[in-house]
């Protein structure tokens, strides 16, 4: 099982276990079959099924995130989505690179190009260049078949909320490295515990109304904060929670547990 995700099958292995509920892990971790009596339940991934399958589509897409959300009047960054000209002219439109170089073009401060479905902050770029424009969407268009562009903002801070049906199980700001200006956990920032206060409840309630948004269950929600104040920068249906679980292996257990409470409607 890769690494990363042993964190995730050991919480899962553990509940079980103290609910009797039988497991077995399957494909190097990546599928877990859960059976209580005759009634068997799955996770993939990081996917505990609690979610429906357009809430998760949408989760994961940054652009249809940041459109649902909009239409909610919910703060959030903005992505246009742009599709991958290898699907061929009668799905990708063309003129893509034109609607790139305008967005380029309305922000002077800088754009960031990511994989519209992407995690971890792999080929996550930032660039104020035509250059660098070229650059970051063939590196992504190598191995992705969409990506999203949203204005650069200077974040001040990052929150993540983990959300398990409006009920906050896990709260934490990410403190990156000087040297990046990503705040993925990968990339090396630091989960920080957010104690009860205005910043804390300012993300919670900002996260809850997502959720809502966008009807999901169990998800994790990234807030950060610009010009003080707080938007969604992106959700993820998948909640990982790997370098969290290096430090507060408590937590992280609390937070499935939760989740796998819906599943089994303990
Ligand atoms: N528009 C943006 N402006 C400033 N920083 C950004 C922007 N988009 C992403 N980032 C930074 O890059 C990191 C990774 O981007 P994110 O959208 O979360 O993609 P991924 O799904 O790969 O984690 C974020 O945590 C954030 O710190
Ligand atoms: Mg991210």
């Known amino acids: 099982?890769?690494?990363?995700?042993?964190?995730?099958?050991?919480?899962?292995?553990?509940?079980?276990?103290?609910?009797?509920?039988?497991?077995?892990?399957?494909?190097?971790?990546?599928?877990?079959?859960?059976?209580?009596?005759?009634?068997?339940?799955?996770?993939?991934?990081?996917?505990?099924?609690?979610?429906?399958?357009?809430?998760?589509?949408?989760?994961?897409?940054?652009?249809?995130?940041?459109?649902?959300?909009?239409?909610?009047?919910?703060?959030?960054?903005?992505?246009?989505?742009?599709l991958n000209p290898k699907l061929g002219e009668h799905i990708a439109p063309s003129g893509s690179w034109v609607a790139m170089l305008a967005l380029l073009g309305q922000h002077p401060e800088g754009i960031v190009v990511k994989p519209n479905e992407g995690t971890s902050g792999r080929s996550v770029f930032r660039v104020s260049s035509r250059l660098g424009l070229e650059r970051a969407v063939q590196e992504i268009f190598s191995s992705n078949l969409t990506l999203a562009i949203s204005p650069y903002v200077e974040i001040e801070d990052e929150v993540r909320v983990i959300l398990v049906d409006e009920l906050p199980v896990v709260v934490y700001s990410k403190d990156r490295s000087h040297l990046n200006w990503r705040h993925n956990l990968d990339a090396g920032a630091r989960p920080v515990l957010l104690e009860q206060g205005e910043a804390r409840e300012a993300c919670v309630a900002l996260a809850v109304r997502a959720a809502r948004a966008i009807g999901i269950r169990f998800a994790s929600f990234d807030a950060v904060r610009v010009d003080g104040d707080y938007r969604i920068l992106e959700i993820n249906s998948g909640v990982m929670m790997e370098t969290l679980g290096k430090i507060h292996p408590e937590l992280v257990d609390a937070a499935y547990s939760a989740a796998l409470d819906k599943v089994f409607g303990v």
């Open 1 to 82: 099982m890769p690494n990363s995700q042993r964190i995730f099958v050991d919480a899962v292995k553990r509940y079980c276990a103290r609910h009797e509920i039988a497991v077995e892990v399957r494909s190097q971790g990546w599928l877990i079959v859960m059976q209580r009596g005759s009634k068997r339940h799955f996770a993939l991934g990081y996917d505990v099924g609690l979610n429906s399958a357009i809430a998760h589509r949408i989760a994961n897409d940054k652009g249809a995130t940041a459109e649902v959300l909009g239409l909610a009047g919910i703060a959030c960054v903005p992505h246009t989505v742009f």
